[in-house]
C-alpha cells in the first residue's frame, strides 16, 4: 500500500477506533491507474514461477 504512510500501517478514522470483544474488522481502498497497462514478462505465485 503505497502512500505518504509506511507500507501496510494505517489508522482508523477517529469514529470508528473501538472493536468490541469477539468483533471483526476488514478493510477496502479506491485507487486510479493511467497509462499503459503492459503484459507481463513473468507470473510469480508464493515465490515459484508460473508457466
Known amino acids: 500500500m503505497?502512500?505518504?504512510r509506511?507500507?501496510?500501517r494505517r489508522r482508523?478514522?477517529?469514529w470508528?477506533?473501538?472493536?468490541e470483544?469477539?468483533?471483526s474488522?476488514?478493510?477496502g481502498f479506491q485507487a486510479t491507474y493511467s497509462g499503459t497497462n503492459a503484459i507481463p514478462a513473468r507470473y510469480m505465485?508464493?515465490?515459484a514461477l508460473c508457466s
Open 2 to 4: 503505497p502512500g505518504s
Open 45 to 47: 505465485l508464493n515465490g
Open 25 to 27: 474488522v476488514g478493510f
Open 21 to 23: 470483544p469477539g468483533g
Open 12 to 14: 482508523d478514522a477517529g
Open 16 to 19: 470508528n477506533g473501538m472493536l
Open 6 to 8: 509506511p507500507p501496510g
